[in-house]
């Protein structure tokens, strides 16, 4: 394995208080109503419903991509931490996902996900392609324990993730702040796109875990007005970026 790819995330302004110690950015990791459903249906998922979403990839040192934009929703119950990734693809019928579970799907159209839970030092890397195979570089994790959903649009493919507590080895609790990142691979570059993003941003690969974001574990999910903060909060900087276009 040669790269990695990290969940980060964006401060909430009033609705999200930075411990003292923290570096990075911050994810509000909410506990959702009922539990996702993996088919790669989003919209109509109630367990997504209120749950902040966050966009604005970059590429590896530098801005944000301008063109195949990644947003991710995250969320987690006693169980599992849960993910909802739609990735913008104008080349979405040219996608030819060949690798299988356990094969190199770094190398294919996909997400990574890098988690380090509560005090651990060990940083666990999940690959995800955009046909659903599964793989893991750091940590050696035990793959196929995941579970994934995906889903294919005009302009966009979906993939629901669910990653087991159990096998990182953690025991969660509301208020833990855990490490995290999640960047895109893209290979079908027929009408552009940057090849490597992340949400937190990285200097040359996915694997710096001193840029980690963090991943604050909360309670019940907001309501729909604190939910639209949220994704406010989330998103400003990236929309601000949009208006100097």
């Known amino acids: 394995m040669q790269r990695y790819l990290t969940v980060a995330l964006i401060p909430l302004l009033a609705l999200l208080v930075l411990p003292a110690d923290a570096v990075g950015l911050i994810y509000p990791c909410y506990h959702p109503d009922v539990t996702p459903v993996l088919d790669g249906n989003v919209l109509d998922d109630p367990a997504w419903s209120n749950i902040p979403a966050a966009t604005g990839f970059s590429v590896l040192g530098g801005d944000f991509t301008?063109?195949?934009?990644?947003?991710?929703?995250?969320?987690?119950?006693?169980?599992?931490?849960?993910?909802?990734?739609?990735?913008?693809?104008?080349?979405?019928?040219?996608?030819?996902?060949?690798?299988?579970?356990?094969?190199?799907?770094?190398?294919?159209?996909?997400?990574?996900l890098f988690l380090r839970a509560g005090d651990r030092a060990q940083v666990y890397q999940f690959v995800v392609t955009s046909g659903g195979a599964r793989a893991s570089g750091e940590g050696a994790a035990e793959f196929l324990r995941i579970e994934v959903g995906t889903s294919a649009a005009d302009a966009s493919y979906t993939l629901e993730i669910a990653v087991p507590h159990a096998i990182l080895q953690a025991t969660p609790q509301t208020g833990d702040l855990w490490r995290g990142n999640l960047c895109r691979n893209i290979f079908t570059t027929n009408s552009g796109g940057d090849k490597f993003t992340s949400w937190a941003p990285l200097?040359?690969?996915?694997?710096?875990?001193?840029?980690?974001?963090?991943?604050?574990?909360?309670?019940?999910?907001?309501?729909?007005?604190r939910g639209a903060a949220a994704n406010e909060a989330l998103n400003s900087p990236y929309r601000a970026h949009l208006l100097t276009l």
Request: glycine residues 8%; hydrophobic residues 40%.
């Open 66 to 112: 301008e063109a195949k934009q990644t947003s991710f929703q995250a969320c987690w119950d006693d169980a599992a931490l849960y993910l909802a990734v739609v990735c913008e693809e104008p080349d979405v019928a040219r996608l030819d996902p060949g690798v299988h579970d356990g094969g190199e799907a770094w190398l294919d159209d996909g997400v990574e």
């Open 203 to 225: 200097q040359r690969r996915f694997l710096e875990p001193e840029h980690f974001a963090g991943i604050e574990l909360r309670g019940p999910a907001p309501d729909a007005a």
